[in-house]
């Protein structure tokens, strides 16, 4: 090869060199972004967010106010899935879970013939309205090792036509909890 050659060859290649260069710079200056200001993308607000999902927490009504707009009707066509588990009539058999007639204000864990947990028996205490709610709502959060196989109720107007359904269920219903007066 002569040197007339290899200046052609060399001539060639950093003719294409500065031409890919040339190209870098002028598709940059073509294609120039403004930095963003913040890395990342701009996703809706964790703090928006918790304010959203607090608020019907914050407006909760009251269990005894729920109770006083409930339907027993409703709530029995609601113990459907109970009736997997439990019977509700008087002097009905207990399945896998205890006989449910005069639940409301009876003590806990006292149906003769029942093999309850050792965690609902160290309970104590009455099925008030109440313990029943916090019960129905999730079992395992009210008796950590309950043998009541079942999810939980986390709609509290269901939850309360379910409660008034159980009140029904006794010879003598207990009466309801007085709703809260407003000041
Ligand atoms: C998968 C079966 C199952 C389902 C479904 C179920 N239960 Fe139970 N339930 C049990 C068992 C088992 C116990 C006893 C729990 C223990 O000893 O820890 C129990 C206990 C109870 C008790 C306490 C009774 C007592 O004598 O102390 C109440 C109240 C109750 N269930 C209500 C309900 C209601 C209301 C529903 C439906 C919303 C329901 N259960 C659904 C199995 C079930």
Redo the contacts with the bound molecule.
């Keep these: 090869m002569d040197s007339f050659e290899f200046n052609k060859i060399a001539g060639a290649v950093l003719g294409t060199l500065l031409f890919v260069m040339g190209l870098g710079i002028f598709s940059d200056a073509l294609f120039h972004h403004a930095p963003p200001k913040m890395a990342g993308y701009n996703l809706p607000s964790a703090e928006a967010e918790g304010a959203a999902a607090a608020t019907p927490a914050a407006a909760a009504v009251p269990l005894p106010e729920l109770l006083a707009k409930a339907d027993p009707k409703k709530g029995e066509a609601l ?1 459907k ?2 009736s ?3 019977t509700f009539e008087k002097g009905g058999p207990n399945k ?3 006989n ?1 007639y005069g ?1 409301v204000n ?1 003590p ?4 003769a013939g029942f093999a ?2 050792d ?2 028996k160290g309970k104590g205490g009455q ?1 008030s309205f109440e313990n ?1 709610d916090h ?2 709502t999730n079992p395992k959060g009210y ?1 950590s090792g ?5 999810g939980g ?1 986390k709609d509290a107007a269901r939850r309360a036509d ?1 409660i008034d359904y ?1 009140r029904t269920l006794s010879d003598s219903p207990a009466p309801l909890p007085a709703p809260a007066k407003a000041p």
């Design positions: 113990t899935p109970c997997a588990c439990h896998v879970g205890p449910l639940v009876r806990t864990a006292s149906v309850y947990s965690s609902l099925w029943i019960f129905i008796a309950t043998k009541m196989a079942y109720e379910i159980l």
